[in-house]
């Protein structure tokens, strides 16, 4: 039976309606936010699961799952667990991505980054930036979500122009939620008069 992603985030109560300020800047009406699916350790389990099954029948060889900081940290910790490999995670220093608390990443080492949500990208990017700079592979991307602007393996959503991941390296994900999403001059929510919101964010 396939994974109906919509339907976890949704009984997770993950999935929210309202007026939001995305991280990209944008505002949209939905919002994922995937640590409250992923506080139920079991429900955590089984996605990884699902996600690590799509990795190994892409005959994909990981030796390590590195996540960037603070959202991605809960997914690839169980996606390394499901996988049997190290985890380790990067993190903002001065606002760069940086590896440090003593990881460790070899030289030539497969490194897969996993996020929880991938939008355009862009922190995955940073974080596999940096294990490439120690010199280690990075073979692909991971996340329980896309936002439909990457394109993922077994989707038929094309990339979009904001994409930053790399047209190389395969996205694997368990699912696309596409939303529309506005510029703040643009959001018909703030022609209207209401205030966007980032969950997550001190003071919400």
């Known amino acids: 039976m396939a994974l109906n992603l919509e339907e976890v985030y949704k009984k997770a109560g993950a999935l929210l309606e309202g007026h939001f300020l995305l991280s990209s800047g944008n505002h949209s009406q939905f919002y ?19 996600l690590a099954k799509q990795i190994q029948e892409a005959n994909i060889k990981v030796d390590l799952i590195c996540s960037p900081a603070l959202g991605g940290i809960l997914t690839g910790y169980e ?3 499901a996988l049997g490999v190290r985890f380790i995670f990067a993190e903002r220093k001065d606002s760069k991505m940086t590896i440090r608390r003593g ?15 991938i939008t355009t990208g862009g922190s995955a990017l940073e974080a596999a930036t940096e294990v490439e700079k120690k010199g ?3 073979v692909g991307f991971a996340a329980i979500a896309n936002r439909g602007l990457c394109k993922r393996v077994g989707s038929d959503i094309e990339a979009k122009e904001e994409c930053k991941l790399p047209k190389d390296l395969p996205l694997f994900t368990l699912g696309d939620f596409v939303f ?13 008069g209401s205030e966007a919101i980032k969950p997550g964010s001190r003071g919400n």
């Open 79 to 81: 996606l390394a667990r």
């Open 136 to 138: 280690a592979n990075v």
């Open 32 to 50: 994922l936010q995937s640590a409250k699916v992923l506080e139920d350790t079991k429900r955590s389990e089984l996605l990884a699961k699902a």
């Open 103 to 117: 990881f460790g990443v070899k030289k030539n080492e497969n490194v897969l980054i996993c996020e929880d949500i």
């Open 180 to 192: 529309d999403t506005y510029e703040p001059d643009e959001c018909p929510m703030c022609k209207a």
